[in-house]
């Protein structure tokens, strides 16, 4: 089976590419394996209790993505940095199914993947 890895590095509801990278995730979960890193401010992404008025909810989505079986880690320093804490990975303000891991699997995943898109502003 084939690997698909999508970085994203922009927050929710500043541009379209956290739904731009759920549509391509969707469709790909079809026939591939799919990551998902969030770098930099992208890491807001995965946040609970998200209440968006005039947007799709990203964080609902990003969850849907997890359950299908996507792959949906957070880098540490950018999450610690933007006031996520974890405990052995595990973030208590994040949606089920995501982790805060280490820029070790980012490098993992590019080396592991057939094809890596990178979405960012």
């Not at 008025?53 to 880098?75: D, K």
């Amino acid at each position: 089976m084939k690997t698909l890895t999508i970085v994203l590095t922009d927050g929710p509801y500043i541009n379209q590419n956290a739904e731009i990278a759920y549509r391509i995730a969707r469709a790909a979960l079809r026939n591939c394996r799919v990551n998902i890193f969030l770098y930099l401010d992208a890491v807001h992404i995965p946040k609970r209790g998200q209440r968006p008025v005039q947007f799709m909810n990203i964080g609902s989505l990003f969850q849907e993505l997890a359950s299908m079986g996507a792959t949906i880690r957070a880098c540490p320093r950018c999450a610690s940095s933007r006031g996520y804490a974890s405990e052995n990975g595990v973030c208590q303000e994040y949606i089920e199914g995501v982790r805060i891991t280490s820029l070790y699997d980012l490098e993992r995943m590019i080396r592991e993947s057939d094809r890596v898109i990178s979405l960012s502003g």
